[in-house]
């Protein structure tokens, strides 16, 4: 007759084993049980006494200290669907399974060390479903911002009844206030930040540090940090600082610029982020208490389906319960030397969050679309930002519990309203600083809490002639508002607002900057000269010169020139010959080189656009086979008939660089394409020339 099954889950205990004789096997941990019938091999894990009583089976495995290891069942190995059976954390000595609900069947086993990993891209997920919501700026439910919170043991208390608060106080357990989580919502949706150095500035003012004893730092912390990023899958006690540098990662992923870190993301801190690793500083600092003990459940874990943000609260019941607070909201204070302990690291973790969360700040640029600085300005150039910093703690104290009320009163809260004589640091971000500073800017906050600060943008150094040919340019930035020392007891913590959404309705920073690149100029050439008594007809052509952009100088004596050549070549060119009749005809001769130079000046139109042009000297000595007949012909005609043509245009000036050269002026048209035509001629020479400049936008 098969044993029957009672219902209740497995049991795991002590060094306690089953009264059947002991049959040590080594192995990776599998073990195949049929009707009570076992077999098993062995590579790591020790499994001992596979046996079958009553209603039950068991077997015995060696745990090491602080390590997981989870037992899990399959009813068939073609293909395996393994389930979780027991998940228990060693104490270096015996574990035994016993298993009351696969008795009758067939059942394969298997012991996984580490038995609890979490996938780095459900990690990835959740960062990736928050900011889902926070750049479509979907507001963010409180209840579902505690539950983050929940999966490390920091339970939320509601303020209306000061019971729960007691016994968590009593327990040492880590706990959050629903006020507290309403302004943690609040300020996740409207970009509120901590930077990462000052964060770790101020740990290490509390005396924080290293494992050798220096005060905390940077390096250091980043050190432990960087493993994590190329780790997959997390260990239960990785998956809080995963977590915060997946947050920071999904932010610089989505919003490139900013003070980039390969480690960190973009080297600040969410409200999520700095309150998680606040608590696990606390926590890390206590001693193991009733609160913080692990539990050895043997209740299994099971994993949710859904959308990201819930991926990982599946977990929280089984990762509480299993390893206790301590292991899991701990990493920090494991990392570092903390001098805080007991309930005031709690104290000062919760009044913190209030305090800094509270907090409100608006950062409005006036206009908030300026352009660089034409000559004369016809757009604005010059942005005034105000910002208004206030204090705003929504819950009435006076509704509180007594002992809740006390407690609070112990934060050393600002007064409600307008914030004066606050210091505060500006600061402009991504493309902003490339096209304008700050050139004026308050250093404290003022009468009803405000400061202003000046945004002006650099010249246009790009004149209205070339600016026709191409389109402006949007260069997208923010005004970052630091506010310093909000917190008296967390002196070195700056502030940081930082609207990740343009359309932000709370402290919309972002400013736009329109600009425009140089466009790439084309030069074509082309020139058909005679000389009525001589009976010489040139035609010479020069296509597609392109010129290149030369910048000389730097900053208010920066100058700009165009500046290229190209090979010249005559399409036809007839010279009568004496005692000939005709004369010669050549035919795709090579001619000179042509140079051209445009001088950019500010606020240049079409109207006063110079090119300097040297047409070339053509080739000397040049062998023309005439119709039988080699003859050596030296020829400087086209020099000569082009001097005759354009005498007026040529720069006599002997001091300028470009003397001998010819400036050639009076363009037409607009847009992209400019011309200058010359047609009938001078004296004895005829003419038709065509000169076009064609502009297309840059890059």
């Known amino acids: 007759m098969k044993p029957q099954s009672t219902g209740q889950r497995p049991e795991a205990t002590g060094p306690r084993t089953p009264s059947t004789s002991r049959h040590p096997l080594r192995g990776v941990c599998w073990l195949g049980f049929l009707l009570g019938a076992g077999a098993l091999w062995a590579d790591e894990l020790v499994l001992e006494s596979p046996g079958v009583q009553t209603q039950r089976f068991s077997f015995v495995f060696k745990a090491q200290t602080n390590t997981t290891y989870a037992v899990e069942y399959a009813t068939t190995l073609a293909p ?8 228990v954390v060693g104490s270096n000595g015996p574990v035994t399974f016993i298993d009351t609900n696969g008795i009758g069947q067939a059942r394969f086993y298997r012991v996984v060390q580490g038995g609890l990993t979490i996938p780095a891209s459900d990690v990835r ?31 939320t208390l509601e303020s209306t009844n000061d019971t729960a608060y007691l016994a968590a106080v009593a327990a040492q357990q880590p706990f959050m206030f ?112 009733p609160g913080l003990a692990p539990k050895r459940s043997p209740a299994p874990i099971h994993r949710p389906l859904g959308n990201p943000i819930p991926t990982l609260l599946g977990w929280t019941p089984g990762l509480v319960r299993f390893f206790g607070i301590g292991a899991l909201l701990g990493w920090l204070g494991n990392q570092i030397g903390f001098p805080l302990g007991g309930m005031p690291s709690y104290q000062a973790v919760v009044c913190t969050s209030i305090i800094l969360y509270s907090y409100d700040v608006q950062v409005t640029p006036d206009p908030q679309e300026v352009w660089q600085k034409s000559d004369p300005p016809n757009n604005p150039y010059q942005s005034q930002i105000t910002a208004a910093v206030n204090w705003n703690f929504r819950q009435n104290t006076d509704s509180l519990p007594s002992q809740i009320a006390l407690w609070i009163a112990g934060c050393d809260f600002p007064q409600n309203g307008a914030q004066n004589n606050v210091p505060i640091e500006w600061e402009i971000t991504d493309e902003l600083p490339q096209h304008g500073s700050l050139t004026q800017s308050d250093t404290v906050t003022w009468n009803g809490g405000q400061a202003k600060a000046t945004y002006t943008a650099i010249d246009e150094p790009v004149p209205p002639v070339f600016q026709a040919m191409t389109s402006p340019k949007a260069a997208i930035g923010y005004v970052k508002l630091r506010v310093l020392n909000v917190l008296p007891k967390w002196p070195a913590l700056e502030t940081i607002l930082r609207p990740l959404n343009p359309n932000a309705a709370a402290g919309d920073a972002s400013m736009t ?12 050439f082309d020139s058909d000269l005679g000389a009525s008594q001589a009976g010489i007809d040139c035609h010479i052509l020069a296509t597609s010169v392109p010129l290149q952009l030369v910048t000389s100088g730097q900053g208010v004596t920066t100058s700009y020139s165009y500046q290229g050549q190209g090979q010249e070549t005559y399409a036809t060119f007839d010279i009568p010959l004496k005692g000939q009749n005709p004369g010669i005809t050549i035919s795709s001769l090579v001619g000179g080189q042509f140079q051209a130079t445009i001088l950019v000046q500010p606020g240049m139109a079409a109207a006063d656009l110079q090119v300097m042009v040297d047409v070339g000297k053509p080739q000397e000595n040049v062998v023309v086979v005439a119709p039988q007949v080699a003859l050596p012909i030296t020829y400087y005609w086209f020099l000569d008939l082009w001097a005759i043509a354009h005498n007026g245009e040529h720069v006599t000036d002997t001091s300028s660089p470009y003397a001998g050269r010819y400036a050639i002026g009076g363009w037409q048209g607009s847009g992209s394409t400019l011309t200058r035509q010359y047609s009938g001629g001078s004296g004895t020479v005829t003419e038709n020339t065509s000169f076009k400049l064609v502009g297309t936008p840059g890059q």
């Open 80 to 87: 395996p669907n393994w389930a979780t059976s027991l998940l």
């Open 178 to 289: 629903d006020f507290q989580v309403q302004a943690i919502a609040r300020k996740l949706l409207q970009g509120w930040y901590v930077s990462w150095d000052s964060f770790i500035a101020q740990m290490a003012d509390f005396g924080a540090v290293d494992h050798s004893g220096q005060p905390l730092s940077r390096s250091y912390l980043t050190a432990q940090l960087a493993p994590l990023l190329a780790k997959d899958p997390y260990e239960y006690r990785e998956l809080l600082p995963a977590l915060v540098l997946a947050l920071g990662q999904e932010r610089a992923s989505r919003f490139p610029g900013g003070n980039a870190d390969p480690v960190l993301g973009d080297d600040l801190m969410d409200p999520l982020q700095f309150s998680l690793m606040a608590y696990s500083g606390a926590v890390g600092s206590l001693k193991p208490g």
């Open 513 to 524: 900057v329109f600009y425009y690149k140089w466009p790439q100029l084309t030069l074509d």
């Open 125 to 155: 997920a959740v960062a990736s479903g928050l900011y889902d919501q926070i750049q479509l700026q979907q507001p963010l439910d409180p209840a579902e911002v505690s539950l983050f919170f929940s999966v490390f043991g920091i339970a």
